[in-house]
């Protein structure tokens, strides 16, 4: 029977409310690895379950518990559901058994029990070393799992034995001092104060160590829980491997600095869908981005956009859906926080990113990655994995400076601290509208490229981090920030990240002249989109020169009060032509159609 606390599944309806079509879409998006989608379900499911656990057991502490454990579980079997509009109905059942896994049947100890009192409950005991950690968890799952099956409940079998099977391995992951701590504390029912003098510390240290050892449990339990569960849903430990091969996407050496649309060409490339460089450039609209730090000369700004939502708008432009896991890790610094503090927090798991590689590896498909262990110069870039290996726990993905691609361990990916894969599902379905030709389809492009260069050339970039003192001049003001660094007596500009900025903005710059050489527009309106061009290859031309007075390489050489000055005056040139291509766009735009 069930408690008379407990919530039934026929009172489901009336306290959710109907089940919405956004929530379907979000399971469905969960479905398909998106943890961003399963995040916002948790979001909003969190309190409603936390309620009913908290009714089952009488305990508001266990209730969190019990609903960390069935998100864990409902994460990790979310691809049985069939029927995604009964997704409710389905976590609550996951809830009631997690619930009553924690509680115990009539007794002292009907909620989560502690060990000592199993101990004296259990026959036998005689036999069992009690100071040995291995022969008491073993013991104790032993004997679990023997009750459940003389009840006949095969369910609660499973359940306990999973359990206690989760324990075992989840008590290794202490010290022997935080083991034995934790064994007096929760085992033998010791106050802190006799746990201090056994330990001959203080009772804050007691407190202390407990806390953690609670804390490195939590963790744990989320990893080996991911573990358990991979191997039930038929992994059974089966080690394959996969590396797809590298393609020729252009004779030349495209897009060193613009590593995104770089990485992005690439896994088209692999798709057999070969796309001109300057046009992935023009069309992702990173050729007409420009943002520099308020605070620095660093090469931040150059990563600091929305990243979700600028890959998918690209891949859609492209005509591909796509999937994204993204995440930042806790207590960790994280690079480029500008554009991922909005990210979720998640733990360095490795079956929450592995899977989600193998899955559009197997399936003949890379998956865009951001790189924190690019090779040098580069602090940071991005990359496309195309091949793993599980027996040797290995990715393999480019590199900027390396041709030939390069290997990354397993725990190297998981441990980045800023999660950000992407993968091509497949190709986004055809709108219902009239049909166009190709040439109308790549003009309408150009046209919404050309609306976006303008608008962020003069209002600068939508996009801004929440954090306070991470702030970003972007579009044309840009350069006049960037020339005021140069130009300050006080301020000492950073000539590492200068460096970058150089290279990455001469590319640019002259990838956005030959994007506009393409587009197919015609009479007055090509003439001013090429008196454009040009204006961009001018501009390019001041940083071509920018960047062979500051290279981009390492070295302890300080900007010269001259050099200062020159760069400066090159910076200004640029600015007036870009200003002027800028006047040209909008001049064509009242003759494009």
């Known amino acids: 029977m069930e408690s008379g606390n407990t919530v039934g599944l026929d009172g489901i309806k009336e306290a959710a409310g109907p089940e919405t079509e956004s929530e379907q879409a979000l399971v469905m998006r969960a479905q398909l690895g998106d943890t961003e989608a399963f995040g916002e379900l948790f979001e909003q499911h969190r309190d409603r379950l936390h309620g009913w656990a908290e009714r089952m057991t009488g305990d508001a502490y266990l209730a969190d518990d019990i609903v960390q454990d069935a998100f864990v579980k409902a994460f990790l079997h979310l691809g049985t559901l069939s029927d995604t509009s009964r997704f409710l109905p389905w976590l609550y059942r996951i809830t009631r058994n997690q619930a009553n896994m924690r509680l115990r049947r009539g007794g002292p100890h009907r909620k ?44 609660e079998s499973l359940l306990r034995k999973d359990l206690y099977e989760t324990i075992h391995a989840l008590l290794h992951c202490l010290s022997a001092k935080e083991r034995g701590i934790f064994k007096a504390y929760f085992y033998r029912q010791l106050s802190p104060e006799a746990i201090a003098d056994m330990y001959e510390m203080s009772i804050g240290s007691v407190y202390t160590y407990i806390y953690r050892s609670r804390k490195k449990l939590g963790k744990e339990h989320a990893r080996v829980s991911f573990s358990l569960m991979s191997e039930q849903k038929g992994g059974g430990g089966m080690r394959t491997s996969k590396v797809l091969q590298l393609p020729d996407w252009t004779t030349q050496s495209p897009l060193k600095a613009s590593s995104l649309v770089n990485a992005i060409g690439r896994m088209l490339a692999l798709r057999e869908d070969s796309r001109d460089p300057a046009k992935l450039m023009g069309i992702s609209t990173v050729a007409f981005r420009m943002k520099i730090s308020n605070r620095t000369t660093f090469a ?13 708008d690209f891949f859609a432009k492209l005509g591909y859906r796509i999937t994204v896991l993204c995440g930042q890790l806790s207590n960790s610094p994280v690079p480029v926080l500008g554009a991922v503090e909005r990210f979720p927090v998640v733990l360095p798991i490795e ?54 691609g390069k290997k990354l361990s397993y725990d190297d990916v998981i441990h980045n601290p800023v999660r950000f894969l992407a993968g091509i599902e497949g190709e986004k379905e055809p709108e219902k509208a009239v049909r166009r030709t190709e040439e109308a389809e790549n003009r ?61 903005y001469a590319e640019t710059k002259r990838y956005a002249s030959q994007y506009l050489r393409t587009v197919p527009f015609r009479t007055e309106a090509m003439r001013l989109t090429l008196l454009a061009a040009e204006a961009y290859e001018q501009a390019a031309e001041e940083f071509d020169g920018l960047s062979e007075a500051v290279p981009f390489i390492r070295t302890s050489e300080m900007l010269s009060t001259e050099l200062r000055a020159q760069c400066a005056e090159s910076l200004s040139r640029a600015k007036e032509f870009e200003h002027a291509a800028i006047g040209y766009l909008e001049k064509v735009l009242n003759h494009s159609r």
């Open 112 to 155: 989560e029990s502690p060990f000592s009192a199993m101990h004296s409950g259990m026959k036998g005991g005689a036999s069992v070393d009690w100071e040995d950690l291995d022969s008491m968890l073993y013991h104790l799952a032993r004997k679990a799992s023997d009750a459940a099956m003389q009840e006949q409940d095969p369910a």
């Open 300 to 312: 931040d700004g150059v990563y600091v956009f929305d990243w979700k939502q600028t890959v998918h």
């Open 351 to 404: 079956e929450a990113v592995i899977p989600f590689v193998r899955k559009h590896i197997n399936q003949g498909q890379p998956v865009l990655y951001f790189d924190t262990r690019v090779s040098k110069p580069y602090v940071h870039e991005w990359s496309m994995i195309y091949g793993y290996d599980d027996e040797l726990r290995t990715v393999y993905l480019t590199d900027p400076m390396i041709p030939e």
């Open 444 to 504: 309408e492009l150009a046209e919404q490229t050309i609306r976006f260069a303008i608008e962020y050339a003069r209002n600068g970039c939508v996009y801004s981090p929440s954090t306070s003192y991470l702030q970003y001049t972007s579009g044309l003001d840009a350069y006049d920030r960037w020339i005021w660094f140069l130009r300050d007596p006080c301020h000492l500009p950073n000539r590492y990240g200068m460096g970058h900025l150089f290279a990455y």
